[in-house]
């Protein structure tokens, strides 16, 4: 019974560029399972472009996504976790933590427009983590690129291997459906953005196709179909899961075409909860004893209720209510008396939940993204990076009579993962690195009205900061010596390397040879 609760579990994320229609698709995904009954009742998680300048209105918006940042419904047997992802570019940060808490991704791209630049960033956390993704490429009901091209351009600017499982008939005006190559089955298109279409078992050389789709679609697709098998390796699932080969399917998701055969290919290859590791050894989920992690934390803008919910991924075992676990950062002992669990876009309290599932905790301060949560063992769990932020700035206190609100502030804003902050080993003075402008104006909110602190910003001009180590400890201290103007200490007392253009990075990765470099805090 346990091992089949765990057994059944898909976790996993969508990620897109915005627009590709990521929204869309987790709607019809829920719309399969049940959770909701029309199309349209997902709150889109989306920030609407209009209001980039107005982080408020932008906050209020995360706002309503707290039930819907986890996504849990039934699907045939198998209990299937959502986790959304913020499609904002500067909350990126957000996404590359809630990748970590996933054991698939199913990538969303726009047929017209290919890959574009934030799909391309995500999937560098996926290869970096070796995760097994799988490809929709929306949006068949429009004019887009030729599949063939588009599948080119999947493996090379993924840089992984493609393999087509379903193969679209046309497209735009004229597209008439797609062959599901996976159950050797046609699903013809009705433009419907309610009802499920049905498929149909049909065989490829009768003249049933020619009549279903027309003499000249039908030869265009056995041809097709053909050039696929002669081109493309038969699809193994071994090279799925090692993430080395991801499966494409076509489709559109506003007319829920082509999504039952990816949801329905998803729940037989996707795999079920996974080992995660911690510092002392590797967590099989099937482990009796709890663990998990806080990979992020909600906080709750309003500050006359200064709570948040932390996110906690369950690695292994059984979490249940009201059962004391312990904190391993603080070594003291929680009992939650109201976790949530997320089904459709309902939070609920529950009693219990398995590996592979999240819970939100309730939580006053007590909770850093990173933290584990154990039955008793002693354990860290690993793969939270931090990222090489983009846009840096000095803060100053600007109200000294509060420094200590202001110190306390930025502990708590740093935990939540906000922000990193860095301190100038050269000046002592600290440094804000950010993926966006967007921070920098929520941690100045939220300092003045969360902690009644006040900052001023002082512009700095870097280009990146990176995280150095070497085997060579003299290489090391002379490197730290001869660029002591350039070096930072990050808030776990870590070397890093303040760059002030791509240029001089170059240069001193090539003059300091024993140094490498790093661009996440993971290595
Ligand atoms: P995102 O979460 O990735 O940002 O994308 P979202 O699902 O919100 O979709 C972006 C836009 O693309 C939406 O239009 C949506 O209706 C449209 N869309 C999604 N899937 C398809 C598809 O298969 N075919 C076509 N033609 N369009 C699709 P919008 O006008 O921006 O928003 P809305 O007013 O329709 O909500």
């Not at 007319?255 to 080992?275: M, Q, R, S, W």
């Not at 791509?502 to 790093?518: C, E, P, S, T, V």
Request: with cysteine; hydrophobic share 40%; aromatic share 10%.
């Amino acid at each position: 019974m346990f091992e089949s609760e765990i057994n059944r579990r898909r976790t996993f994320a969508i990620i897109s560029h915005p627009d590709a229609g990521k929204t869309t698709l987790t709607e019809k995904l829920l719309l399969f399972g049940g959770a909701i009954h029309v199309a349209g009742a997902v709150k889109s998680n989306k920030i609407k472009k209009t209001a980039t300048s107005d982080w408020m209105e932008i906050e209020k918006q995360r706002g309503i996504s707290v039930a819907t940042s986890v996504m849990g419904f039934e699907y045939e047997g198998h209990k299937i976790n959502i986790l959304d992802t913020p499609g904002h570019q500067d909350f990126a940060e957000d996404t590359f933590r809630t990748l970590t808490a996933v054991d698939s991704v199913i990538i969303v791209v726009d047929a017209a427009k290919g890959v574009e630049a934030q799909t391309r960033k995500l999937m560098q956390v996926c290869t970096m983590r070796k995760t097994p993704v799988m490809i929709f490429v929306n949006k068949m009901d429009r004019e887009g690129k030729d599949p063939f091209d588009l599948l080119d351009e999947l493996e090379a600017e993924l840089g992984i291997g493609v393999r087509p499982l379903s193969w679209p008939i046309n497209m735009g005006q004229k597209f008439k459906g797609v062959y599901n190559i996976y159950q050797e089955k046609l699903n013809l298109y009705t433009p419907n953005k309610q009802r499920i279409s049905e498929t149909v078992a049909v065989d490829l050389n009768s003249t049933q196709l020619d009549e279903m789709v027309g003499e000249d679609d039908a030869r265009k697709l056995r041809d097709d179909l053909e050039l696929i098998e002669g081109v493309y390796n038969p699809f193994d699932v071994k090279n799925y899961l090692s993430a080395d080969v991801a499966p494409v399917f076509f489709g559109s998701a506003l007319n829920t075409f082509g999504v039952k055969e990816l949801l329905d290919c998803f729940i037989e290859i996707a795999p079920a909860p996974l080992p995660v590791a911690a510092q002392e050894r590797s967590v099989e989920p099937h482990e009796e004893a709890f663990t998990g992690f806080v990979f992020k934390i909600h906080a709750n803008m309003d500050p006359n209720h200064r709570s948040c919910i932390a996110f906690v991924k369950i690695c292994s075992g059984k979490f249940e209510r009201n059962v004391p676990y312990r904190h391993i950062r603080l070594d003291k002992q929680f009992k939650f008396s109201s976790p949530t669990a997320f089904m459709a876009q309902k939070k609920e309290t529950v009693d219990e939940a398995y590996a592979g599932d999240i819970v939100g905790l309730p939580d006053t301060g007590n909770f850093k993204i990173g933290d584990t949560l154990t039955a008793g063992e002693t354990l860290h769990f690993k793969g939270l990076p931090s990222f090489s932020p983009e846009m840096f700035k000095y803060v100053e206190n600007a109200d000294p009579m509060k420094s200590k609100q202001l110190q306390k502030g930025l502990d708590q804003l740093m935990g939540e993962g906000v922000a990193q902050l860095f301190t100038h080993q050269n000046n002592g003075r600290k440094i804000i690195g950010t993926v966006g402008q967007l921070q920098f104006e929520v941690i100045e909110y939220r300092l003045l009205h969360e902690y009644g602190a006040q900052v001023r910003w002082e512009p700095m001009s870097l280009y990146k900061a990176c995280w150095i180590e070497s085997d060579d400890a003299a290489a090391l201290e002379n490197f730290k010596k001869r660029k002591f103007q350039y070096m930072a200490k990050d808030k776990d007392g870590r070397d890093v390397f303040l760059a002030e253009s791509g240029y001089l990075l170059q240069m001193a990765q090539q003059d300091f040879d024993k140094i490498r470099f790093h661009f996440t805090s993971e290595f």
